[in-house]
Every structure is written in structure tokens, then in C-alpha cells.
């Protein structure tokens, strides 16, 4: 299985944090279009990475992270994604937040192994 | 129940964004600690509001907001959140990821009402 991190990149980059309540957490029709969305962002310029995790009550992060603001902004208006918004807004989500950040500091610890940059 | 969602606050303001993969999700001693945590950050200086999520196979994030870097380093050193992350490090964290990064938009949607910001 592909691990859940999205890879280590040195800062600074940017990460769209889409904090949000689902309504209908089993609706396959759900899965197969955040599926489809997850693929199709790996595929836009600026691209770095994407992690996601939801409790068994519906509440979630899916978070991704790009280069740029302007790598974030292409995305948001892919015909696609535009869709895929409109269908959460409509049928799936409860509620929502989407918070855009600059990553400024960044860093990470495996079991057997330690990467650096803790202060 | 009180809300998962941190509030609303305008940016700009600080992010840590905490992605883990843990060993033992269902560890008791681990969810009372996670809970004294959260209740201790609450009582800091410049803390804003936290959100988590967890997969069912241990995938997750905890997510806290700040005022300033400085409340974030001011929380990271605190004598009882040392302690904790050594446990993490040594008992609960198979792998973790650290991300600081500075809010610069956010926007909320809520079923009945929208608030916006968005672009």
C-alpha cells in the first residue's frame, strides 16, 4: 500500500487545509469521485503531495500541498474539481472550512530513522 | 457535543499541522494524554482552536492554530507537552510529520448559511 504521508519537501511551499463534516461518509459515489480528484490533482503543475483522514463520525482533512498560490488557484478552477465542488457543496458536506497556508517550517520523524530541521 | 471545527477566525494567523501514523490507536493511555494535551493548549497564550481526525488504521492529523510563531514555540517547550512528545516519539508515533504554516485565506460553508472570503 502507497504510505498515507505526502513526501517531505523542503519549506517553503503552500497547503490548502480542507477541514470538513460529511454528511454521507459511505456513499460510494463519494469515493469514486474523491478518487478521481485525487488523481487528476497529481496530474496539475505545482503539485507536491496530498494526505487525507476522516473519523468514523464523518469529520475530516483532505490536505493538499503545491508550490504556489497560483498552482493552488489553477487547480480550483479545473472544470473538473469545479464539478467535484459543486457536488460537495450540494450533497455531501455538512459543513466546511479551506484554509490556505504558507509552510514555513517542516519536519519529520520515522521509527528506525530521524530527519532534521526540529528546533 | 461541541463542534470539531476550530472557529472561524480572519487571517492571518498560524497553523501546525501534525500528520501521524500511530502504532497503537487504541491505546487508553494514549487517548487520556491526547485529551490533557488538548485541554493544556487551550489554556496557552495565542492559542486559537484544534481540530483532529483519524482513520481507522491509525492515519491521521491534529491540527492547532496560533497567534504568532512565538505562541507556537512558546506551547512546543512547555514542561508537560515535552513530556508528551517524548511518549509519542517513544511508544505511540510510528512516523510523524511537523508542518508550521501562516493562514493567508480561509472561507467556510455551512449547510444553511455560507460565509465568504472565498475567490
Do not use: C
Request: overall charge negative; aromatic content about 14%; cysteine-free.
Amino acid at each position: 500500500m502507497a504510505s498515507p504521508f505526502a513526501p517531505f519537501i523542503e519549506p517553503p511551499y503552500y497547503v490548502v487545509i480542507f477541514t470538513n463534516q460529511h454528511g454521507a461518509p459511505d456513499d460510494a459515489e463519494y469515493d469514486v469521485m474523491a478518487e478521481e480528484m485525487e488523481t487528476l490533482a497529481a496530474t496539475m503543475p505545482g503539485y507536491l503531495g496530498f494526505e487525507a483522514a476522516r473519523n468514523e463520525d464523518g469529520f475530516g482533512f483532505a490536505i493538499s500541498y503545491w508550490e504556489s498560490e497560483d498552482a493552488i488557484k489553477n487547480w480550483k478552477r479545473h472544470a473538473d474539481h469545479l464539478n467535484a465542488q459543486r457536488r460537495g457543496r450540494s450533497d455531501w458536506y455538512d459543513d466546511y472550512m479551506v484554509r490556505v497556508a504558507k509552510v514555513e517550517r517542516a519536519y519529520s520523524m520515522k521509527r528506525t530513522e530521524k530527519t532534521a530541521g526540529d528546533d
